[in-house]
């Protein structure tokens, strides 16, 4: 892949079955500051009316990405400064490629070693107990936790063989790949943020983690999870639709070749004249990656994590004339140069067995590890 080449991708999968799209890139705009990203989302809003070609997902239209640390720094939620690589936001202005993505065979592709965790297990567990009191004390009711690896290979890999290696295995049912020069975010997420087709908004928010073959659905916990996470998506629904017409139904199942969820469905019609940035400062970022009530667990998390989120649990989408889709940036990892790093972690509760809780962070981030060229494996 050429250094000054922009990719864009997206791999839907339903079941066995995966959707290849990919995007020509006509042009970039990136937003550093709060001002600048609430500026592009209007622009996007104007320019998306004038879209010609009809909807064509993850293709004409806009499709790039919004950083966590937008919605820590909208919501006022950071106690200090962490370093941070990237913009807050990412778009591109883009039409139907062509040709689709494709990649060069490479008789010697280099290989990855793990250089860097922010946890053991006896550190995640300590993060989990702390995030436990703050529960106990009444300053929050869930807490959404993480750790994070980093790799460093050999030589600077093919990003796009990354994301395709990833994809085979996790089949993301929203699978989403940029890249911008030596930059690349590579992500395998399941998870809807939210959809707009005309008025009518849906998310999907997803509560409640185990293997395959569990039954979920049995879980009091879990379930009890989802719930706080329904409502707090209704209320952030509620900012930007029709009074009365936000509805939930769920809990549903949620199968994966390596993991088992729960997620609800949400929807409502939106008021007469919503548009994306109204909509993303009502719901961003996603509740189920926060906690609830958001804010508060977002300052809680910034205090216990030794790390700015970035790319990991934010949200990429594509953004058409009349239909617009979101996902919730889970299951990604950012790859610079040599440099490869992946985030994962679940939902806290009173409740939460801290030792399970790891396992479960682990849970899903092994598949996408596994996929990984580690030396000496």
Request: hydrophobic share 45%; aromatic share 10%; net charge positive.
């Given at each position: 892949m050429p250094a000054n080449q922009k990719i864009i991708a997206a791999h839907l999968w339903s079941g066995p079955r995966v959707k290849k799209l990919s995007a020509r890139v006509l042009e970039t705009v990136e937003a550093r500051t709060v001002a600048e990203a609430l500026a592009l989302f209007a622009r996007i809003e104007r320019d998306r009316r004038t879209i010609s070609g009809g909807d064509l997902p993850w293709?004409?239209?806009?499709?790039?990405?919004?950083?966590?640390?937008?919605?820590?720094?909208h919501l006022g939620a950071r106690d200090r400064r962490k370093?941070?690589?990237?913009?807050?936001?990412?778009?591109?202005?883009?039409?139907?490629?062509?040709r689709p993505v494709g990649r060069s065979p490479s008789d010697r592709r280099?290989?990855?070693?793990?250089?860097?965790?922010?946890?053991?297990?006896?550190?995640?567990?300590?993060?989990?107990?702390?995030?436990?009191?703050?529960?106990?004390?009444?300053?929050?009711?869930?807490?959404?936790?993480?750790?994070?690896?980093?790799?460093?290979?050999?030589?600077?890999?093919?990003?796009?063989?990354?994301?395709?290696?990833?994809?085979?295995?996790?089949?993301?049912?929203?699978?989403?790949?940029?890249?911008?020069?030596?930059?690349?975010?590579?992500?395998?997420?399941?998870?809807?943020?939210?959809?707009?087709?005309?008025?009518?908004?849906?998310?999907?928010?997803?509560?409640?983690?185990?293997?395959?073959?569990?039954?979920?659905?049995?879980?009091?916990?879990?379930?009890?999870?989802?719930?706080?996470?329904?409502?707090?998506?209704?209320?952030?629904?509620?900012?930007v639709c029709e009074p009365g017409s936000v509805q939930a139904s769920g809990p549903h199942d949620m199968r994966l070749p390596y993991v088992r969820h729960l997620y609800a469905r949400?929807?409502?019609?939106?008021?007469?004249?919503?548009?994306?940035g109204g909509i993303l400062e009502a719901c961003f970022p996603s509740g189920s990656i926060t906690g609830a009530p958001k804010i508060a667990a977002c300052r809680i998390i910034d205090r216990l994590e030794p790390f700015a989120r970035e790319e990991a649990f934010g949200a990429a989408g594509w953004i058409g004339r009349s239909?617009?889709?979101?996902?919730?940036?889970?299951?990604?990892?950012?790859?610079?140069?040599r440099d490869l790093r992946y985030t994962a972690g679940g939902g806290i509760t009173v409740y939460s067995n801290p030792a399970k809780e790891y396992e479960e962070s682990l849970m899903k981030a092994r598949t996408f590890m596994k996929s990984l060229p580690v030396k000496n494996r």
């Open positions: 293709q004409s239209g806009w499709v790039g990405w919004i950083s966590y640390d937008f919605g820590l720094e370093r941070r690589l990237l913009p807050l936001a990412r778009f591109h202005r883009v039409v139907p490629a062509s280099p290989t990855c070693r793990l250089l860097s965790r922010t946890d053991t297990r006896a550190t995640y567990v300590r993060k989990i107990l702390d995030a436990q009191e703050e529960l106990r004390a009444g300053n929050a009711f869930e807490i959404n936790l993480s750790q994070r690896w980093a790799w460093r290979f050999t030589r600077e890999p093919d990003a796009f063989e990354l994301f395709e290696a990833a994809s085979r295995a996790m089949r993301p049912r929203f699978g989403f790949f940029e890249s911008c020069g030596h930059e690349s975010i590579i992500s395998c997420s399941p998870e809807l943020f939210f959809s707009i087709d005309g008025r009518k908004i849906i998310a999907e928010p997803i509560k409640g983690t185990a293997a395959p073959d569990a039954k979920l659905l049995a879980s009091k916990k879990d379930r009890a999870e989802l719930l706080m996470i329904t409502d707090l998506f209704r209320n952030d629904l509620g900012k949400i929807f409502g019609n939106l008021r007469r004249g919503a548009a994306l239909q617009m889709a979101f996902t919730v940036l889970i299951r990604t990892a950012l790859l610079r140069g």
